[in-house]
T-cell receptor
């Protein structure tokens, strides 16, 4: 049973556009929701994370929107750049940020110049 | 930021041989390390959770006798793929959980750069 569902699987955005990736979770015990960026042949790197007590968190061009009642959260990348082209994973865990992560299926983002 | 290293970064071996992958936390003590496997164009799948000084906890479907995990110190965990076969070819990634410290006030998880294993 896939506990974190991510969509779309792939996304093409023009430079300067907004990239939006969505995730939905099933386990209401999840209370930590990070997003990771992974380049080919590299390990994932934490981009931004949110807890359910806030509905939005922004760091630079990256924003997480969180809807607790719908059990959904999304990543928005504003002013997308070719350098943002990577695979993005949402994840969820229970308790603190160091606990076991359940990953979404990933979204391959390509930003066209 | 915190650094987690993996060695080797890639390895090619013959079928039937054993391969050891190291995961080190370079500037913090890791109470727990996680081992993931990632097949091409797929997500990370947790294989096992490794706690320092105790036996690893394996996820369902992961053979503990095939994937031996040792977490002998707070900065080092090793994954040994025993009698590797071509189907074990994958990208293996570790992550390390930091203890709260002066440098890292909250527990968080840092990922290594991954090890690509190709079994011929």
């Amino acid at each position: 049973q896939q506990q974190v569902k991510q969509s779309p699987q792939s996304l093409i955005v023009q430079k300067g556009g907004i990239s939006i990736i969505n995730c939905a979770y099933e386990n209401t015990a999840f209370d930590y929701f990070p997003w990771y960026q992974q380049f080919p042949g590299k390990g994932p790197a934490l981009l931004i994370a949110i807890r359910p007590d806030v509905s939005e968190k922004k760091e630079g061009r990256f924003t997480i929107s969180f809807n607790k009642s719908a059990k959904q959260f999304s990543l928005h990348i504003m002013d997308s750049q070719p350098g943002d082209s990577a695979t993005y994973f949402c994840a969820a865990s229970m308790g603190n940020a160091g606990n076991m992560l359940t990953f979404g299926g990933g979204t391959r983002l390509m930003v066209k110049p | 930021g915190a650094v987690v290293s993996q060695h080797p970064s890639w390895v090619i071996c013959k079928s039937g041989t054993s391969v050891k992958i190291e995961c080190r936390s370079l500037d913090f003590q890791a109470t727990t390390m996680f081992w993931y496997r990632q097949f091409p164009k797929q997500s990370l799948m947790l294989m096992a959770t490794s706690n320092e000084g105790s036996k690893a906890t394996y996820e369902q479907g992961v053979e503990k006798d095939k994937f031996l995990i040792n977490h002998a110190s707070l900065t080092l965990s090793t994954l040994t793929v025993t009698s590797a076969h071509p189907e074990d070819s994958s990208f293996y990634i570790c992550s390390a959980r930091s203890r709260p410290s002066r440098l890292h006030t909250q527990e968080t998880q840092y990922f290594g750069p991954g090890t690509r294993l190709l079994v011929l």
